[in-house]
Each structure stands twice: as C-alpha cells, then as structure tokens.
T-cell receptor
Framework: KAGVTQTPRYLIKTRGQQVTLSCSPI?????VSWYQQTPGQGLQFLFE???????NKGNFPGRFSGRQFSNSRSEMNVSTLELGDSALYLC???????????????FGNGTRLTVT | GENVEQHPSTLSVQEGDSAVIKCTYS??????FPWYKQELGKGPQLIID?????GEKKDQRIAVTLNKTAKHFSLHITETQPEDSAVYFC???????????FGAGTTVTVRA
C-alpha cells in the first residue's frame, strides 16, 4: 500500500506570496492532519480534516488554511508568507473513523518551505 | 492544552547497550501515547504506541511503559544497533482530540 504522498518536496517563496501544499493520504484513510516542524518550536499541530470537515485547529493565524476533498486528498494554503513560515510541513493520515478512538497517524516525508 | 516534556534531548549509547527516553504529560484526559522515529530527510515513522488501558507493550527490541498515576511514559530500546540512530518523538492525545501533542525530541546516536 502506498504511503502518504506530499507534493512538492521543496518550495522557495518570497515574503508576501502565498503557497499551496498538497497531500494524498494512504488509501482508505479519511482523516488528514497537518503539522509544522521547525527547529525552535518542534512539531506543531495545524489542523485536521475528516470527510471534508475540519474537526480541530491549532493555534496558528488565519493565514494558514486547509481543505479536504471528497477523495480525502487535502491541501493547505499559507497566504502572505512571512520569514517565520519557513519550515517542514508534514501531512499525516489515519482511518479516523471511530469516535473516542485514536487511529494511528502515518506521516508523509513533508514539504520543505523556504521563505526568503 | 496538553504539554509533553521529553528527556533527554540527546542520548549517545554504545552499540548493544539499551536506550531509554522518558516523557511526561500534563492532561490526565490523554489516553493515547505513540512514539515516532524520524530519520534525516524523512517524516516521522510510527514505531510503537500504547493506550491508557495498558501498562506496557513490547515489539521485538522496543518496549513502552505507561504510568497513568504519575503521567509519564517511557521508550526502551534494547540491543541498540547503528540503524537505531535517529530523532525520537513521544506524543500524547485524548479521545476526540484529533491531534497529537509532541515532545521536543531526543537525538539518539548509537556508537559502533
């Protein structure tokens, strides 16, 4: 079974621009989560989607947004990029379909975003 | 929110020795505790997880223990090998949180 696929692997953007990152979950997984990884803050939760609905959101500004499509694929968008947005953005998928039960998260290899 | 603390931040062990990483969590409602291994240039890989109704779980050379009363859990790697060198993260989550709170990570180096 193919793992979580994230595209692109690397991105270089300029301050003020916007960027869209893409994630294809493991087949059959309906939950997709996004995390930001930086040396200073570690792994920080951005948001989680299940069946096209956002179920939880982390403490990030409104410039960070996401969505999920009917085939469970997900995208996240960052508008008005700042230098501090440079990070590894990780997508993770899980079954996510049992209330009160934490399905294991499986991560992709991330998109490395550099803002100059 | 949940706060997960992880120690040590770096750990160097001789090949064949054991490695232990400890984590504490703050939210008593947390009930799921996974461990991830991250190698350079890759995303975190789930290596073992434990739920709050279990005190210990083992998978070959890896074991995890959970003490709910003290709110801490530990990862034990026995007979370490060079390929165990990586960054290890602990995490915690509650039911219907739909998110993981991660520790800061431990860089493990296995010396040949």
């Amino acid at each position: 079974k193919a793992g979580v696929t994230q595209t692109p692997r690397y991105l270089i953007k300029t301050r003020g621009q916007q960027v869209t990152l893409s994630c294809s979950p493991i087949s059959g997984h309906r939950s997709v989560s996004w995390y930001q990884q930086t040396p200073g803050q570690g792994l920080q939760f951005l948001f989680e989607y299940f069946s096209e609905t956002q179920r939880n959101k982390g403490n990030f500004p409104g410039r960070f947004s996401g969505r999920q499509f009917s085939n469970s694929r997900s995208e996240m968008n960052v508008s008005t990029l700042e230098l501090g947005d440079s990070a590894l953005y990780l997508c993770a998928s899980s079954l996510g379909d049992r209330s009160g039960y934490n399905s294991p998260l499986h991560f992709g290899n991330g998109t490395r975003l550099t803002v100059t | 929110g949940e706060n997960v603390e992880q120690h040590p931040s770096t750990l160097s062990v001789q090949e064949g020795d054991s490695a232990v990483i400890k984590c504490t969590y703050s939210d008593s409602a947390s009930n799921y505790f996974p461990w991830y291994k991250q190698e350079l240039g890759k995303g975190p890989q789930l290596i073992i997880d434990i739920r709050s109704n279990v005190g210990e779980k083992k998978d070959q050379r890896i074991a995890v223990t959970l003490n709910k009363t003290a709110k801490h859990f530990s990862l034990h790697i026995t007979e370490t090998q060079p390929e165990d060198s990586a960054v290890y993260f602990c995490a915690a989550s509650g039911s219907n949180d739909y998110k993981l709170s991660f520790g800061a990570g431990t860089t493990v180096t296995v010396r040949a």
